[in-house]
Each structure stands twice: as C-alpha cells, then as structure tokens.
C-alpha cells in the first residue's frame, strides 16, 4: 500500500485501524458490524463495499455517513476520529464529515 488511494486505506496505512478489526454500526434501528480487509474495504457478510458510508447504507437501508457511525467494536472511537487524528499527524488535507458521503 505505498500509495493508498482512500481515506480508509490512509488509516491502515498510518496503523490507526488494522485489517480484522471489528466496527459496528452506531445505529437504533439496525444491529450491524463489520471488519476491515488488507484492501482496505468494509466486509459484512463476505460483501465487500469500497467506503464505510456504502457499507453503512447497505446495513441501514438508506444514505448515511458511515465515517461518523462505525464504531470500534467495544469502544466509542469513530472512523471520524481516527480520519482526525490522521489529518492531525500528518498535516494532510482531509474532507470533513459532512462533505464525505459515500468516501
């Protein structure tokens, strides 16, 4: 992963998230969780999706952020915070939450 092309691969990059790492969805409605591939994808039952909002609307059913809804299993810790702390770190521009939907 030289050059990790998302924010989601950013993160393994940086050694802020690691591949088998279980998410859950912070959500009333809907029971989900989640885990991290070496590619850096979101795998729920075996399906594949590119970005945490597109696994987080499969879960869901509808268009939601999943950078500030997946959460690290047994903690509070958001990918958004973990995005933060990257941009944090490494001075690099990072899209706020509102403006990544479906990153």
């Not at 499969?58 to 509070?76: E, K, M, P, V, Y």
């Not at 001075?91 to 990544?100: G, H, L, Y």
Request: glycine fraction near 8%; proline fraction near 3%; avoid cysteine.
């Amino acid at each position: 992963m030289a050059n990790p092309r998302t924010k989601l691969e950013r993160l393994l990059a940086a050694g802020l998230t690691s591949k088998g790492q279980i998410w859950e969805l912070m959500s009333r409605n809907v029971d989900a969780s989640a885990t991290i591939n070496e590619a850096g994808q979101f795998v729920i039952d075996g399906k594949r999706f590119s970005s945490p909002s597109s696994a987080a609307t499969h879960a869901t059913g509808h268009q939601i952020n999943g950078w500030t809804t997946w959460r690290l299993l047994g903690s509070s810790v958001t990918l958004d915070e973990l995005r933060k702390q990257l941009q944090n770190t490494s001075q690099e521009p990072v899209a706020d939450s509102k403006s990544s939907r479906g990153l």
